[in-house]
């Protein structure tokens, strides 16, 4: 084991140029393409990785959208709830989650996650509905499909849509599905730092809804299927045909991102000690590991520990969603313990694509010397 580190350079939580680095010569190909083309908004781009990304995610098809947030508004706005309709999201998810139902609406009703899993409590779910919800928007958190079984059975006993906020999950599956193609929708974001990074922002909804993918095709482009001729009050939201371009290129190599990933997890899941509260590992689900996270009760003096260390650390999430100020008349105030308990003793590591052994060898002795 490394139990001594050069800190000329600290071990970075995350580095963009160097994550992308190996991609440079592709991209530099594809925005040449791109460049010469003339034609840089919904052109063979972004149709290519429409087609590439619906056959890795194992849906029938794929629409591009702007980013993550404007999927989740558009899939909530394609199926035509009525206002103030409910929709059922986690209390401990990134608050994109939240903002999609609010913007399309709808009224968020939060449910606990599972304190080992972090993702939604199935078994919790069925107490918050009502005979006005409409929707359960689970979210894949870290890069672990939520127990999708449960909740679909629950879903189509009271007859209930389901959308996925896939935007951690990319590849990620969950007892041989894959992330994206459970719901009605899958919803994606390709943000930068995403195991499936475009180089700006960038978002897809996935679906085997041959209608459903047509109303999405209008409402990213100003609900318009053919030029000039609006059916529907659309918005702006089409994915941009430089970076569908780069995620073609990236799309190639992401199981092999996916994997370096899980190897790295590996490592921290057997050389941390027991006090370190780790990630749980079960047959049924395959882990991408977007985020890294432990949880420890000292968590503010161990990331303070690591950086003096020369680690970088991250905290996914610090305030749970119900104590956010922009939600403080949106959210009913019901406690939360279980997210709250979450987001006081989380701690994202290191675990990016460009991370090496000896990075997290180093990490390890030095967490387990805290």
Not at 145 to 155: E, F, G, N, R
Not at 190 to 210: H, I, M, Q, R, V
Not at 266 to 274: F, I, P, Q, S
Not at 351 to 369: C, G, M, P, Q, V
Request: hydrophobic fraction near 40%; include cysteine; aromatic fraction near 10%.
């Amino acid at each position: 084991m490394i139990t001594s580190l050069n800190l000329i350079e600290m071990i970075e939580y995350e580095n963009l140029r160097k994550v992308n680095e190996t991609f440079f010569k592709e991209y530099r190909e594809s925005f040449d393409q791109v460049l010469e083309s003339g034609w840089y908004i919904l052109g063979n781009k972004v149709q290519q990785f429409e087609v590439e990304f619906a056959a890795y995610c194992k849906t029938t098809y794929c629409c591009g959208v702007a980013n993550g947030l404007d999927a989740m508004i558009l899939a909530l706005k394609s199926l035509e709830f009525e206002d103030g309709d409910e929709v059922i999201v986690p209390s401990n998810t990134y608050i994109a989650t939240i903002l999609a139902v609010i913007h399309a609406r709808l009224k968020p009703v939060l449910v606990e996650p599972d304190i080992s899993t972090y993702n939604i409590d199935p078994l919790k779910i069925e107490e918050k509905i009502t005979n006005r919800t409409k929707a359960i928007l689970v979210v894949h958190l870290y890069g672990k499909v939520c127990q999708m079984d449960v909740i679909m059975q629950l879903a189509s006993r009271y007859r209930l849509k389901v959308i996925e906020d896939c935007a951690q999950a990319h590849g990620a599956s969950f007892k041989g599905t894959k992330a994206g193609n459970f719901g009605t929708y899958g919803a994606f974001s390709f943000y930068p730092t995403k195991n499936l990074g475009a180089l700006a922002d960038a978002g897809a909804l996935t679906t085997s809804d041959e209608k459903l993918q047509h109303k999405i095709l209008a409402l990213r482009n100003y609900g318009s299927s053919e030029k000039y001729y609006n059916e529907v009050l659309g918005y702006n939201s089409r994915l941009d045909e430089i970076q569908a371009g780069f995620l073609s290129v990236k799309l190639k190599y992401l199981d092999m991102i996916n994997q370096h990933k899980r190897n790295l997890a590996t490592m921290y899941l057997e050389g941390l000690k027991a006090e370190f509260i780790k990630p749980v590992v079960h047959a049924d689900y395959y882990d991408v590991y977007h985020i890294f996270n432990i949880r420890h009760n000292k968590r503010n003096q161990l990331r303070e520990y690591l950086l003096q260390k020369g680690i970088k650390s991250e905290i996914h999430y610090p305030v749970a969603p119900n104590k956010q100020k922009a939600m403080k008349e949106l959210l009913d105030r019901e406690p939360t313990p279980i997210s709250e308990e979450i987001h006081s003793t989380t701690c994202s590591l290191p675990i990016s694509y460009f991370h090496k052994k000896s990075d997290i060898e180093y990490i390890i002795d030095t967490l387990n010397d805290f």
